[in-house]
């Protein structure tokens, strides 16, 4: 088993994922057998998912498929109603903090403070990474957003607020990213901009999971898509 650090303040005890890369083509995650029951409906059965450092792996499907079910069952988030999920070759439930350590999960809301600005979100996020400072102004800048760091996000459009959730993606240190529909709402320089940026990740040796209803523009060294047929 990989070790983990921890780090204990007055206030909280925090696990500090082991830094990537690790060697490309490393098994990361996989689910057996998986099989998810939404109101009496069999969204998926016997279904096998793997992914490997430096992979992406796109999950696809038309609306209700299960796409997010199962995005949220490989985060941890839910229980398949049968089936196995693995971490780095040990059972999930065995290494359930090390995974949450090393995982990046995204869902389809924002999960931005919208009563806050887009700088204290951030400063929120950098605190719960156990990152270092580092230049905020010129990250939002970087995303679009100059001119805008001081106002609560709520007043943000839909677009920017989404450009505030994922810019927690430029300083995270976490090796898997699942991502629910990460380009929703955002026009076409900033989709260029995050699968660029996905790019640099995969070739860190980190690994991604997304759902999209959009075309991927960027061609990934290694990527693979899952289509989940839509069950009556
Ligand atoms: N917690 C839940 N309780 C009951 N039903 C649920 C739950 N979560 C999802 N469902 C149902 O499961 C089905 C699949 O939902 P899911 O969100 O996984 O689909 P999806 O493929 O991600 O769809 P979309 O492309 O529209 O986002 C839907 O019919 C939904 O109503």
């Given at each position: 088993?990989?070790p983990i650090?921890?780090i204990?303040?007055?206030?909280s005890?925090?696990?500090t994922?082991?830094?990537?890369p690790v060697?490309?083509g490393q098994?990361?995650?996989?689910?057996?057998a998986l099989?998810c029951?939404r109101?009496?409906r069999?969204?998926?059965?016997?279904l096998?998912v793997s992914?490997?450092?430096g992979?992406?792996?796109?999950?696809?499907?038309k609306?209700g498929a299960?796409?997010?079910s199962?995005?949220?069952?490989l985060a941890?988030?839910?229980q398949?109603?049968d089936?196995?999920?693995g971490?780095?070759?040990?059972?999930?439930?065995?290494v359930a903090?090390?995974?949450a350590a090393n995982?990046c999960?995204?869902?389809?809301?924002s999960?931005?403070?919208?009563?806050l600005?887009?700088?204290e979100?951030?400063?929120?996020?950098?605190?719960a990474s156990?990152?270092d400072?580092a230049?905020?102004?010129a990250?939002?800048?970087?995303?679009g957003?100059a001119?805008?760091e001081d106002?609560?996000c709520?007043?943000?459009s839909?677009?920017q607020q989404?450009?505030?959730s994922?810019a927690?993606?430029?300083?995270t240190r976490?090796?898997?990213?699942i991502l629910?529909?990460p380009?929703?709402?955002?026009?076409?320089?900033a989709?260029?901009?995050?699968?660029?940026h996905?790019?640099?990740?995969l070739?860190?040796?980190?690994?991604?999971?997304?759902?999209t209803?959009?075309?991927?523009?960027v061609?990934?060294p290694?990527q693979?898509?899952?289509e989940?047929a839509y069950?009556w």
């Open positions: 088993m990989r650090f921890i204990v303040d007055s206030q005890v925090v696990i994922p082991q830094p990537f060697n490309p098994l990361i995650l996989q689910g057996t099989s029951i109101q009496d069999v969204l998926f059965e016997q096998n992914v490997q450092a992979e992406l792996v796109q999950i696809a499907g609306n299960g796409k997010s199962l995005l949220r069952i941890g988030l839910a398949p109603d089936g196995q999920l971490y780095q070759q040990h059972s999930l439930s065995d903090a090390e995974y995982l999960y995204i869902g389809h809301q999960g931005i403070h919208e009563q600005t887009a700088l979100n951030i400063s929120f996020w950098r605190a156990e990152v400072q230049d905020d102004f990250l939002l800048a970087k995303l957003l001119g805008l106002i609560p709520r007043m943000l839909a677009g989404r450009r505030v994922l927690r993606l430029w300083f976490r090796q898997l990213w629910d529909e380009f929703t709402a955002l026009d076409q320089s989709i260029n901009m995050l699968q660029q996905f790019v640099e990740h070739q860190q040796g980190g690994a991604i999971v997304i759902t209803h959009q075309a991927l523009s061609s990934f290694h693979t898509t899952l989940l069950r």
